[in-house]
């Protein structure tokens, strides 16, 4: 069965500092990747997305991703934080026999000032 | 143009009552959800509709009851509302289910007093 870990609840980071979010996956075939972000109020909207296309996922806003198979893992980075990425970001997985999308528990990032 | 969108935004009711969310996009999409987000931000899968017919209906209890009447519109129905179904629901619409990223709507903050 597919699932998604996010390591950490909430990162806090200072601006223009390197944002990393953590995201591991369990998935038995190949999966989909996706991270989405959700600004206060409003719906999700898709960073970015991998299909086994290219390891390393360039998304919107100067977010990009990298797919690691031997660690499982599809962390998340930005090089310089701006006050406008303060949002909730999710990690999502999905797999080919399947008809949803499973998504982690959410990381909160905080932007300082 | 909105591309999901889900009426009303706010909702305020009491407990036992009965209410409906309405949700429609414009992508031309064949698959639609609905998701329910609690106060700690976890994103819960209810139910799925693909080209009007159900394929996902998740642990969810029988007092919710989701209606498509064609492939851009997916209804909700909450019949006796009580204080845990506080939360906000989201609408979601995907070229097809499982692989494709999904489009969200802004949300219905459903208030139970």
């Known amino acids: 069965a597919q699932s998604v870990t996010q390591l950490g609840s909430h990162v806090s980071v200072s601006e223009g500092a390197l944002v990393l979010l953590r995201c591991n996956y369990s998935?038995?075939?190949?999966?989909?990747l996706f991270w989405y972000v959700q600004y206060p109020n409003q719906g999700l909207q898709l960073l970015l997305k991998y299909t086994s296309a290219a390891t390393l996922v360039k998304g919107i806003n100067g977010f990009e991703a990298e797919f690691k198979k031997s660690e499982t893992s599809f962390h998340l980075t930005k090089p310089s934080a701006h006050m406008s990425d303060a949002a909730e970001y999710f990690c999502a997985v999905s797999e080919y026999s399947a008809s949803k999308i499973i998504f982690g528990s959410g990381t909160r990032l905080s932007i300082r000032p | 143009d909105t591309a999901v969108s889900q009426t009303p935004k706010y909702l305020v009711t009491q407990m036992g009552n009965d209410k409906s969310i309405k949700c429609e996009q414009n992508l031309g999409h064949d698959t639609m959800y609905w998701y329910k987000q609690d106060s700690k931000k976890f994103l819960k899968i209810m139910f799925s509709y693909n080209n009007k017919e159900l394929i996902i209906n998740e642990t969810v209890p029988n007092r919710f009851s989701p209606k498509s009447p064609d492939k851009a519109h997916l209804n909700l129905h909450i019949n006796s509302l009580e204080l845990g179904d506080s939360a906000v629901y989201f609408c979601?619409?995907?070229?097809?289910?499982?692989?494709?990223?999904?489009?969200f709507g802004p949300g219905t903050r459903l208030t139970v007093t």
């Open positions: 979601a619409s995907s070229q097809a289910p499982g692989l494709y990223e999904q489009y």
């Open positions: 998935s038995s075939v190949p999966p989909y």
